[in-house]
């Protein structure tokens, strides 16, 4: 396999990209059969909204002259806080502090095509994501039955931070499922 080279996208160039990147989450989370247009459409109505909000950040990663791989990525949550609410447990006084002085940053989407799976390809678009952020936390919100999201999240250091009560529609989902535990990290950490 060629290199995969990694580059930030403005948030001009992840709108002009929106195809292509609905056309790498088709691919890279294929569910059933016959719905990849509804999963398409639905992912290019959220990803609509998301790059308008503050603190959008994206990089791509594709091999030289070809097309893109692999995306990632995410944006601060509001300093609400309604992101944490439907966690069973306590959440830590330092999640709130945070929250409220808007230092968390959410890992909206990371999406890599199945061949360039296991490569180091998501653990270098995840690290190129963080490297510019200001927030202190990045959280994000997974299905437990994946596996292979869970397996790369503690490989990267990331610890559970709580299962959901009540499904929250503040933080993104990450991949394919019913998203049920939110995961956290120290960016830098």
């Known amino acids: 396999m060629a290199e995969v080279f990694i580059r930030r996208l403005s948030r001009w160039q992840a709108e002009q990209q929106r195809e292509d990147a609905a056309d790498v989450y088709v691919e890279a989370y294929r569910r059933v059969q016959g719905e990849e247009f509804k999963d398409r459409e639905a992912f290019l ?3 609509a909204e998301d790059v ?3 603190g959008f950040d994206m990089v791509v990663g ?4 070809g097309g893109p791989s692999a995306y990632a990525y995410g944006f601060l949550l509001d300093r609400d806080g309604e992101w944490w609410r439907g966690l069973r447990q306590d ?3 330092d999640v709130e502090e945070l929250t409220v002085s808007g230092q968390v940053f959410a890992l909206a989407e990371l999406m890599v095509l199945p061949e360039f799976r296991r490569s180091g390809v998501a653990t270098r678009l995840v690290e190129q994501l963080l490297i510019r952020t200001d927030a202190a936390l990045v959280t994000v919100r997974v299905d437990p ?3 292979a999201a869970v397996g790369a999240l503690r490989s990267w250091g990331w610890t559970r931070l709580g299962a959901l009560s009540a499904p929250v529609a503040h933080i993104p989902t990450v991949g394919a499922g019913t998203a049920s535990e939110i995961w956290s990290r120290a960016v830098g950490g």
């Open 62 to 65: 594709g091999e030289a002259g």
């Open 91 to 93: 959440v830590p006084w």
């Open 45 to 47: 109505e959220t990803f």
């Open 52 to 54: 308008q909000r503050p």
């Open 145 to 147: 039955a994946n596996e």
